[in-house]
């Protein structure tokens, strides 16, 4: 009896494994029960992960404006807001980019002429 509850739970731990590297946990599961849970945790050891590592998609000043209207973060390139509608024209992208300060590089909104980390003028 001992055996059957020790082969159940290993099964489960391969299921796991694979689960937590984006594979089918239940057909692990399945291959550890009906083969052995040592071969199903050994191929669910030596698979790779089908999970991708997140890509840093934080909105940066390059790839970033703010809506003229609504001030929510755009992409650059966009025509209309995704949030209010308004229809953007270059100029309102344009007159909406940041500035960069020369001494210490931080981005700075074009309405200060202050840089807003080291006190700089812009």
Do not use: Y
């Not at 550890?32 to 590592?53: D, E, H, K, Y």
């Amino acid at each position: 009896m001992e055996i059957f509850v020790f082969w159940m739970i290993f099964s489960i731990i391969a299921g796991i494994i694979a689960s937590n590297k984006g594979r089918s946990g239940f057909g692990f599961f399945l291959l550890s029960v009906l083969l052995s849970p040592l071969i199903g945790i050994i191929f669910a050891l030596v698979v790779q992960s089908r999970i991708t590592q997140p890509v840093d998609a934080s909105p940066t000043p390059e790839t970033h404006v703010r809506c003229p209207d609504c001030k929510e973060l755009i992409m650059k390139d966009a025509r209309v807001c995704k949030h209010c509608g308004c229809k953007l024209t270059g100029e309102q992208v344009d007159a909406n980019q940041q500035k960069k300060c020369i001494r210490c590089g931080s981005m700075n909104n074009n309405e200060k002429s202050v840089c807003h980390s080291c006190g700089s003028v812009i």
